[in-house]
């Protein structure tokens, strides 16, 4: 389940199947008509066939919303139809979809090996391409930043990450309209399991962990092209080695913003933090990824210990979201676990902590352990792949104590929703509202209400 990106408008009335749901926007409308204009809300439900009933489950399901008009001084959108089947010419399992940041593509990964684009031609969807791009099944695909060209990326149970980058002179439904620009194998032969964007301030991270919990960070060498990349850092978000055979979870997202939330850094937080929420295995880790200056007076983002540990799943937790408002005095991170609840947490940072912890240099160690000779502890940082090539030393190991400082972080689960078979959790893109979507195939939308607690008010899916 992915949610389309949320755009402006105030007190839209929603009418979904005569349930009418009052949702808040919070740009300002005035007397003209919308008539002429669109504004689309999606909610895909596709993943694995757990998730989709049997007959849609080389599917992919889209509610779409459109045909606003003015009414009454506000704005109204009518359904004009309901969902709609984007059929991708295969019977396997649809494992990924994502929307751009303005909702008109689609990127899809499927256990067939193939990526699929979808262009948004008027009220229709339209196949773009699709072609091979992993010796095995796309576990996952991401768009980058709208400002950062049309480029995506996935990975597969090849082992393989790949960034690829639209060729405009190609013509639709050829194969080759997307050029793989960048291709990197899982150092330790374990498979990716995730991967997300961010861009703040016009830069480009990626993070990307391993089934065994092995968290790394990357940035183009050079900004304004993605046909090279380097490791800044890793860590093992794990606290226990992983058997062989065992059922793992390890999912991440970043908080989508150029900057973390303004009471963190009124604590004494970096504006140019990186927030990133990873699941690990029942637990989740919270970290807030610091630049530090290392010898030479180069800036680079360095892990350091989670800032929180949400807790309080008694089984895999599948899915993390982070709310993208940054203005409310806490942050809200959204789980989705195996036990068949939904979580939503607050994170916030008192004011009493300002003055920071320096956060001394972490040498990379290496001890034996079950997994092999090598095999790092976890949570110390790992070699990244630029340090291998340089005589065994790494970026992370260049660092003194001179960087930025730890700020206490609190966390609490303030709400716990029963939803039976829960996949997946993602927030629309003005922060307020949580879509979920499971076993059943229904999305189910909540929103807190003035209590504090959090309802449900509204529930679709395919008939």
């Given at each position: 389940?992915?949610?389309?990106?949320?755009?402006?408008g105030?007190?839209?009335?929603?009418?979904?199947?005569?349930?009418?749901?009052?949702i808040?926007?919070?740009?300002?409308?005035?007397?003209?008509?919308?008539?002429?204009?669109?504004?689309?809300?999606?909610?895909?439900?596709?993943?694995?066939?757990?998730?989709?009933?049997?007959?849609?489950?080389?599917t992919c399901i889209?509610?779409?919303?459109?045909?606003?008009?003015?009414?009454?001084g506000g704005?109204?959108?009518?359904v004009?139809?309901g969902?709609?089947n984007l059929?991708?010419?295969?019977?396997?399992?649809?494992?990924a979809?994502?929307?751009?940041?303005?909702?008109?593509?689609?990127?899809t990964?499927?256990?067939?090996?193939?990526?699929?684009?979808f262009?948004?031609?008027?009220?229709?969807?339209?196949?773009?391409?699709?072609?091979?791009?992993?010796?095995?099944?796309v576990?996952?695909?991401?768009?980058n930043?709208?400002?950062m060209?049309?480029?995506?990326?996935s990975?597969?149970?090849?082992?393989?990450?790949?960034?690829?980058?639209?060729?405009p002179?190609?013509?639709?439904?050829?194969?080759?309209?997307?050029?793989?620009?960048?291709?990197?194998?899982?150092g330790?032969?374990?498979?990716?399991?995730?991967l997300?964007?961010?861009?703040?301030?016009?830069?480009?991270?990626?993070a990307i962990?391993t089934?065994d919990g092995?968290?790394?960070?990357?940035?183009?060498?050079?900004?304004?092209?993605?046909d090279?990349?380097?490791?800044?850092?890793?860590?093992l978000v794990?606290?226990?080695?992983?058997?062989?055979?065992?059922?793992?979870?390890?999912?991440?997202?970043f908080?989508?913003?150029?900057h973390p939330?303004?009471m963190?850094?009124?604590?004494?937080l970096?504006?140019?933090?990186?927030?990133?929420?990873?699941?690990?295995?029942t637990?989740?880790r919270?970290?807030?990824?610091v630049?530090?200056?290392?010898h030479?007076?180069?800036?680079l983002?360095?892990?350091?210990d989670?800032?929180a540990?949400l807790?309080?799943?008694?089984?895999l937790?599948r899915?993390v979201?982070?709310?993208?408002?940054?203005?409310?005095?806490?942050?809200?991170?959204?789980?989705?676990?195996?036990d068949g609840?939904i979580?939503?947490?607050e994170?916030?940072?008192?004011?009493e902590?300002?003055?920071?912890?320096?956060?001394?240099?972490?040498p990379l160690?290496?001890t034996?352990?079950?997994?092999g000779e090598?095999?790092l502890?976890?949570?110390?940082r790992?070699?990244?792949?630029?340090?291998?090539?340089?005589?065994?030393?790494?970026l992370?190991?260049?660092?003194?104590?001179?960087?930025?400082?730890?700020?206490?972080?609190?966390?609490?689960?303030?709400?716990?929703i029963?939803?039976?078979g829960?996949?997946?959790v993602?927030?629309?893109?003005n922060?307020?509202?949580?879509v979920?979507?499971?076993?059943?195939?229904?999305?189910?939308?909540?929103?807190?209400?003035?209590?504090?607690k959090?309802?449900?008010?509204?529930?679709f899916?395919?008939e």
């Amino acid at each position: 389940m992915v949610s389309h990106p949320d755009f402006g408008g105030d007190n839209l009335m929603f009418e979904i199947e005569d349930c009418r749901i009052d949702i808040d926007r919070t740009l300002a409308t005035n007397s003209q008509s919308f008539a002429e204009e669109s504004i689309y809300d999606y909610t895909i439900a596709a993943a694995n066939g757990t998730i989709l009933p049997q007959n849609t489950r080389s599917t992919c399901i889209i509610r779409c919303l459109n045909t606003a008009q003015l009414v009454g001084g506000g704005v109204r959108e009518m359904v004009t139809h309901g969902f709609q089947n984007l059929a991708h010419s295969s019977n396997d399992l649809v494992l990924a979809a994502h929307f751009n940041q303005y909702g008109t593509r689609l990127v899809t990964g499927s256990a067939d090996h193939r990526i699929r684009v979808f262009d948004l031609n008027q009220q229709d969807w339209q196949l773009t391409d699709l072609w091979r791009g992993h010796n095995g099944q796309v576990v996952d695909v991401k768009w980058n930043g709208p400002k950062m060209g049309q480029v995506l990326g996935s990975i597969g149970e090849d082992l393989k990450l790949k960034i690829w980058q639209e060729d405009p002179t190609e013509a639709h439904h050829s194969g080759r309209r997307f050029k793989c620009i960048f291709s990197q194998s899982s150092g330790h032969s374990v498979v990716y399991t995730s991967l997300d964007f961010v861009n703040p301030n016009k830069d480009t991270y990626l993070a990307i962990v391993t089934r065994d919990g092995l968290l790394s960070l990357l940035e183009p060498v050079n900004p304004e092209r993605f046909d090279d990349w380097r490791e800044i850092d890793q860590i093992l978000v794990c606290d226990e080695h992983i058997a062989r055979g065992v059922e793992t979870s390890f999912k991440l997202c970043f908080q989508q913003t150029s900057h973390p939330n303004s009471m963190a850094i009124s604590a004494g937080l970096d504006k140019s933090a990186l927030s990133i929420a990873v699941t690990a295995m029942t637990e989740v880790r919270v970290y807030r990824v610091v630049k530090m200056t290392g010898h030479g007076g180069q800036e680079l983002y360095k892990f350091q210990d989670p800032a929180a540990v949400l807790g309080g799943a008694e089984g895999l937790v599948r899915s993390v979201a982070w709310s993208a408002e940054v203005w409310r005095p806490q942050d809200w991170i959204a789980t989705a676990a195996a036990d068949g609840y939904i979580r939503i947490y607050e994170i916030s940072t008192p004011k009493e902590n300002a003055p920071k912890i320096p956060i001394p240099s972490i040498p990379l160690r290496k001890t034996p352990s079950t997994a092999g000779e090598g095999a790092l502890k976890p949570g110390v940082r790992a070699p990244s792949g630029i340090g291998a090539g340089l005589a065994g030393a790494s970026l992370a190991a260049s660092f003194s104590s001179l960087g930025v400082g730890q700020i206490r972080h609190e966390a609490k689960c303030v709400e716990q929703i029963k939803h039976e078979g829960v996949w997946e959790v993602q927030w629309i893109r003005n922060g307020h509202i949580l879509v979920s979507s499971g076993d059943s195939g229904q999305a189910r939308m909540w929103r807190q209400v003035h209590n504090g607690k959090w309802h449900e008010f509204a529930d679709f899916g395919p008939e």
